[in-house]
């Protein structure tokens, strides 16, 4: 199999509709993520809620599958993540403008070199940017705390500040970091679907203290933009 082959979109069915009535894809990791989500959309008929799997191979499979036996409109990329100090706090929301494979190259003396300058594609997607518009406004309204920014995808959870400060510096914008945002958009993307991220902010990136993770806290944020969701969506 040539790497054209390997590339080839899986069947997609397009829904026709772009207003209420839309049907919409929302890809978390874990079961927990995905319930956080349905307690705040409710019985929508029109959202389908599925835990993929962590980390981005695992989201890429579960989202291309779905878009390959269903017709969506809209693809979310939601769960918990890490916040970068300063961008982004505990407990609060962020939506991506942009969601980067941050370590997705290759490493050199002189330093890290992503997959764009090695010259074997693109380590970056744009959210959908009508979408974000709406659904930030709408959380903006509902009183919730929410920030834009770039959204990271690792395939590690980031555990120093040496670390945190690199990906810092190698994506200006970075807000936050989770580990399935561009495996999501690859697949939404390839089928020519447009993609949101939303991530509640569980913990710092840096230093590791597991202690520190408010996971609880996070899975309520998503319930609350969850809700939210709902209303702008439906
Ligand atoms: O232990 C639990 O109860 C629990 C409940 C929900 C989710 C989890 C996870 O550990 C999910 C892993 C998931 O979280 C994202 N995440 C959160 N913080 C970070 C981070 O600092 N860096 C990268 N990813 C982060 C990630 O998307 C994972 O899929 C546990």
């Given at each position: 199999m040539n790497l054209d082959q390997m590339q080839e979109s899986p069947t997609v069915f397009h829904a026709e509709k772009q207003g209420a009535g839309m049907r919409v894809l929302v890809v978390t990791a874990v079961s927990a993520e995905k319930e956080a989500v349905l307690r705040g959309i409710g019985d929508t008929a029109n959202f389908r809620v599925l835990a993929a799997g962590v980390g981005p191979v695992a989201a890429a499979i579960g989202t291309a599958t779905a878009l390959a036996t269903d017709k969506y409109d809209l693809v979310i990329a939601a769960g918990i993540a890490g916040g970068f100090k300063g961008r982004a706090e505990l407990g609060s929301l962020v939506v991506a403008d942009e969601i980067v494979a941050a370590d997705l190259g290759a490493q050199s003396p002189e330093g890290f070199l992503s997959l764009d300058e090695l010259g074997f594609g693109s380590t970056l997607f744009r959210a959908d940017g009508d979408w974000m518009r709406r659904v930030v406004e709408a959380l903006h309204k509902a009183g919730l705390p929410v920030t834009t920014g770039a959204v990271l995808t690792v395939s590690t959870v980031t555990g120093t500040a040496e670390t945190a400060a690199e990906l810092v510096a190698r994506?200006?914008?970075?807000?936050a970091e989770g580990m399935e945002g561009f495996g999501v958009a690859a697949a939404a993307s390839r089928c020519g679907v447009p993609i949101l991220e939303l991530r509640a902010i569980s913990?710092?990136?840096?230093?590791?203290?597991?202690?520190?993770?408010?996971i609880s806290e996070a899975l309520e944020a998503l319930t609350a933009a969850s809700s939210v969701l709902r209303e702008v969506l439906t």
């Open positions: 994506v200006p914008g970075a807000t913990n710092p990136v840096g230093p590791r203290d597991r202690d520190a993770w408010r």
